[in-house]
């Protein structure tokens, strides 16, 4: 399953961004999208996801000014991001997980898919 993502780029502080994935390839479903970050020396972290059903879970620090939505019929996922602050300067990344095509369309094994990571610099 391949995860390409899009949108990052350097915006001053209190602006906006929206970051864009789409997944393609083989796969029998997705049962969760999300966007997770890293900045150098720290480990990668949640920032939000959404189910196949429609629940979200957003990290405290960007609750309230971070949104996510999600195309499950085109396998996209947004995070529409405002009042942006300078620590949310971070590589970005999509993540999806899901089942591959098993027996007779059954669900087969599960997978974990990362996508390639676009920059966001906030700048102050």
């Known amino acids: 399953v391949q995860l390409q993502a899009s949108g990052g780029g350097l915006v001053q502080a209190g602006g906006s961004l929206r970051l864009s994935c789409a997944a393609s390839?083989?796969?029998?479903?997705?049962?969760?999208m999300g966007w997770y970050r890293q900045t150098p020396g720290k480990q990668r972290e949640l920032v939000a996801q959404?189910?196949?059903?429609?629940?979200?879970n957003y990290a405290a620090s960007v609750l309230d000014r971070f949104t996510i939505t999600r195309d499950s019929a085109k396998n996209t996922v947004d995070l529409h991001m405002n009042s942006l602050k300078p620590e949310d300067d971070a590589v970005y990344y999509c993540?999806?997980?899901?089942?591959?095509?098993?027996?007779?369309?059954?669900?087969?094994?599960?997978?974990?898919?990362w996508g390639q990571g676009t920059l966001v610099t906030v700048s102050s």
């Open positions: 993540n999806a997980v899901g089942f591959l095509v098993g027996k007779g369309w059954a669900d087969g094994r599960n997978f974990n898919s």
């Open positions: 959404i189910s196949s059903e429609g629940n979200t």
């Open positions: 390839g083989s796969y029998r479903r997705i049962t969760m």
